[in-house]
């Protein structure tokens, strides 16, 4: 449920960032064409979500790097500066898979803070078959404008993979989050949870060139059932050129 510091959910898991079913690569799909990058925080709330990465089965041994460093400053009547940072690492080989994720954003004007963002994520993955797949993770994020101060993951689970491509997975993990209560966040409020996640991410060709992916968690306490958080983003890819394609995606959460 939404609560005042924005939406409570967790962080990171398949299908979150658009890339095309076509071109798929590095963490984000199974072929390596091309060069996808990762939704930025301030743009989005994926992030608050387990596993922001499509899942993908380790294969042949290969390392995958993406790098994106931001910088602008401009002055008015007040001086603004903006810092960005994204950076993805990921090493494959025929059984393990082992994935880094860092993103920071800061945006401020003078004494004002517009963003100030960011999460680092490790999830490693062995693979049992071509089916089945076992993993685990860990996260930290903090969001000042949410006031979050510190929100820690700590988990595993198994993923199972079709022909086709599509995703079904379970996982459970344990959830630490630290959160500011008034204005000055000289008062705190800590909670901590243990969750379930279920996911499922499906992919259609309607034409030769335009395909959906749909991605879709449930994440129920186990404490308590009724505390329970879903969500789901369907992409719309056209792809005009082996290199170049078009999306559109909804994102919806409760």
């Not at 301030?42 to 089965?57: D, G, M, W, Y």
């Not at 949410?146 to 996982?171: C, H, P, V, W």
Request: hydrophobic letters at 30%; aromatic letters at 12%; glycine letters at 6%.
């Amino acid at each position: 449920p939404e609560t005042k510091y924005g939406g409570n959910i967790v962080v990171c898991h398949p299908g979150m960032t658009d890339v095309a079913k076509s071109n798929d690569t590095i963490e984000w799909t199974e072929n390596t064409n091309g060069v996808a990058k990762p939704a930025k925080t301030k743009e989005t709330n994926s992030n608050l979500f387990h596993a922001l990465a499509s899942p993908v089965q380790p294969k042949l041994k290969t390392l995958y790097t993406f790098l994106n460093i931001g910088f602008d400053l401009s002055q008015s009547t007040v001086v603004e500066w903006e810092f960005d940072n994204t950076t993805f690492l990921q090493w494959d080989d025929e059984n393990w898979s082992v994935l880094i994720l860092n993103e920071t954003n800061i945006d401020k004007g003078e004494e004002i803070s517009f963003v100030n963002d960011g999460y680092q994520h490790l999830r490693l993955s062995r693979k049992l078959n071509n089916t089945y797949t076992l993993e685990g993770f860990g996260q930290s994020q903090y969001d000042e404008l949410r006031d979050i101060k510190n929100r820690q993951l700590y988990g595993g689970g198994m993923r199972y993979a079709t022909e086709s491509l599509d995703f079904f997975g379970l996982s459970g993990f344990y959830e630490y989050e630290k959160q500011a209560i008034n204005e000055e966040q000289s008062k705190e409020l800590v909670e901590t949870n243990i969750r379930l996640s279920t996911y499922t991410q499906l992919n259609f060709d309607i034409l030769k060139h335009i395909s959906i992916r749909t991605t879709s968690y449930i994440q129920p306490s186990v404490l308590d059932i009724s505390d329970f958080r879903i969500t789901n983003q369907t992409s719309l890819f056209l792809n005009i050129t082996d290199q170049v394609f078009f999306s559109c995606s909804f994102e919806g959460s409760y």
